[in-house]
Each structure stands twice: as C-alpha cells, then as structure tokens.
C-alpha cells in the first residue's frame, strides 16, 4: 500500500556533495515518520538521520555537521543533503517509512560511492 522510491545517489570525490531524495507514494499520513539509513558492503544497516515522532531531527555521530535532512510534507518527500563526503560514508542509503501503527516500509536503495 505504501511504495518509497530513492534517488540521487551516485559516485562523488572526497570532501563533495549529494543529495538524496525519497519519495513516498500511496496512503501517507502526517504522523508517518520518515528517516535514512545506510549499509555498506559486508555491514549491518544502520541509522544515519530522521525525524523523531515529535517532529525533531536526529542524526547518527558520524554525519552530525555533514548531513542534514529535511522533507516536503506537501509531496510527502524527505531529502538528505550530505556536505563534506567521505570514503566510509559510502554504502547503499534506504529510506525508512514508520507509521504510527508501527508498521514499517523500506526502499529499494541507492548506491552512493565516496571516491578518495
């Protein structure tokens, strides 16, 4: 019923930028909590930025100053704006949809590749 589609992720230098874009479609709620997380190769998936159910914004401590995410309600959109790029920063990113029924739902991914 709930479908996420990613974008925006591709190959970039150390030290550049990207910004990522996930987009929700089907029966969307304003209580929906929208975050990212990332994976990389051979590693657990893990939180990387999202919104609290109070509306505030968290961030893993590896990207806190880097990484800044922010959404589109309207176009129930969330981007994630990723500054100062480095190597471990690459993985596969997914976005996460929470509904406040608790049921979750994943994105397929995109590949994001920090060159040094």
């Known amino acids: 019923q709930v479908q996420l589609a990613e974008s925006g992720g591709g190959l970039v230098q150390a030290g550049g930028s990207l910004r990522l874009s996930c987009a929700a479609s089907g029966s969307i709620l304003r209580t929906s909590r929208m975050s990212w997380y990332r994976q990389p190769p051979g590693k657990e998936r893990l939180f990387v930025a999202g919104?609290?159910?109070?509306?505030?914004?968290n961030y893993a401590d590896s990207v806190k100053g880097r990484f800044t995410i922010s959404r589109d309600n309207a176009k129930n959109t969330v981007f994630l704006q990723m500054n100062t790029l480095k190597p471990e920063d690459s993985a596969v990113y997914y976005c996460?949809?929470?509904?406040?029924?608790?049921?979750?739902?994943w994105g397929q991914g995109t590949q994001v590749t920090v060159s040094s």
């Open positions: 996460r949809l929470t509904t406040s029924l608790a049921n979750i739902y």
């Open positions: 919104y609290s159910s109070g509306g505030t914004t």
